[in-house]
């Protein structure tokens, strides 16, 4: 698996054959037009071979020390986990830090337990429960809202934490469920998602099929219920798929460590076809107790009295429809936001708990404090330049929850992530797809007119017929390709090769300048091309360098990479145009081109993403990725990966459910 992926190495490889095309092209034009001697036309024509051999090498030996030590990709893998998060439980549990100490209770199953696993136990004490389980596979049931995520989260972190942690143990790694293929095998899924979550951290493909290969990744799988809707046949479920996958992923010793979670329900329905997680410890989370209840939104209130008869009806009715309706941590959270808000200029609050003894039935319960949430989630989530109106949200958001829960096309992936650079169908498929293919044609012709106006144009520009068929070819596909990524150079080996490659561009650049111009002014202005070039991709990646709990990281990352390499695409082909047409005009067309072309071309995710909003501007606001992380912000969203995901499926059921606010 080592030699799998070479990114490095074939980076060298393209810029030493670039180097050396030039260079020779270079050498006849001089000898044609100067009469420079042979043997020095041989010298320019072989100058880049040393420098850019060293550099191939240099990556090569790179590639294989870094794919040869994958202890330092998994303690960097595990900081980068520890810090994501910590953060997502934070903002889970929300401010002040107020937990459940919730409790669950072993189920044993008919066959193929984990040993070791005791017969209750709380979440304050999941990580010893885990660290006891033989073979380490645990399934976590419950009903929604039950903390599925917020147990598995203090179990993750707990286990990178741990004081008996040591550098061999897996490093666990939290995944969606929802978009995996399960025509995709296990192991070649676990090794795409942890390259694409974790790419911006320097991670390549490699890496991570080395530490999946070495089991050096403890797999989290959240959510195994969003698989599938509940229409569903059984036996055609992806979730049954997933099992079966699951239960064939080995390690040396026998079965590999994995923990999943999903609703109690659809994991009891699979597991009475004899479907379910072998050689795993299943747990289910109990509901929360009335007296649990009543500490928690004690804790919540800033003024526990105004909660006094709901939390005496709580305990004097355990088995009511109040009671029932709180029963889980979820519900709770949405009470504390909804009826602790206040007004902004009184500080009055708005809304009194005892409002909800009028209600008759958990599902009354339930609609009314999801009602409310939106807006006091608004209210006490301001934007910089005030707020989001209510309806504006409800809207926004409504419109997301639809679409989420479309069956068919134009939905892309699972039904429950928001990847921004895959939401382009909601806006149509073909819509979408014409505009750009539209635009495409537009900014690709423009070019080849521009062509024609210099010399030998006519021909140059039957040449280009080519580059505009795969241009609109590719503007015109259904499936884009992944985004590219731009990550700042992180260790002494690859600043060392972009050293390198920014020179040798800024060099053959300056050899070009200084025969149009004056020598030595061509040349210091090539180098100094050159070292733009390299901290202008630097900054330009710090600036797109988010961690992975901002998804906008994706988007943001493939549009700065094409307006970085733009320019450069558009070198190579403006020095051929100048030794074609013997004019320093070439030059400057050839990047003027690559600018306008090249970076139009490069952005494919970006660019898609881009003509989507454009032609969803009346449902979704124009700049979505900020009310996205607003939301996440707010509470009304969460983070996986790449993805955001509805705070709770309840939540999104329930928009999808009411497109207008009440």
Known sequence: MIAMTRSRTRRAAAIYAVLQVTAAALALWLTKHFQVARMSATMIALAPTMPAAYLAWAAYRDDRREAADPGAKAAMLAAAVTAAETRQRAQLIGPGAHRIDLTFHHRLEPANNATGAAPSGRLTDIVAYYRELHPARLVVTGDAGAGKTLLVLDLLLGLLTHPNRTETDPVPVRLSLAGWDTDCPFQDWLTDQIHRQFRDRGLTAADASALVDQHRILPVLDGLDEMDTDATPLAHRRAARALQQLNAYQAPTGSAPVILTCRTDPYEQLAALDVRMREAARIQIAPVAPAQAAAYLTARSTRPSRWVPLLDTLTTAPDGPLARALSTPWRLNLAAVAYEERDADTLAYLREPGDMLALDSPTEIRDHLLSLYLPAAAHQHPTRSGRYRPDQIHRWLSHLATYLAADAPPRVGGGTDLVLHQLWPMAGLRRVRAVDLLLTAVVVLAAGVALTKLPDGASLSTAFVLFTLVAVWQASRSVIAEPNTLSWARSPARRREMLVWGLMMGLISGIGLGFATRFVFGIASGVGFGLLFLLGVGSTASLGDVTSTDPRYVVRNDLLYALAT?????????????????????????????????????????????????????????????????????????????????????????????????
């Open 566 to 662: 733009g320019p450069m695409i558009g070198l190579i082909p403006g020095l051929v145009l100048w030794v074609l047409s013997g004019h320093a005009s070439g030059v400057a067309s050839g990047i003027a081109l690559g600018l306008i072309c090249g970076t139009w071309l490069q952005a494919r995710a970006s660019r898609r993403y881009l003509i989507f909003l454009c032609c969803s501007r009346w449902r979704l606001p124009w700049r979505l990725g900020f009310f996205l992380h607003w939301a996440y912000g707010a509470g009304l969203l969460r983070v996986s990966g790449v993805a955001y995901q509805f705070r709770h499926r309840e939540l999104q059921d329930w928009l999808a459910a009411h497109p207008r606010p009440y």
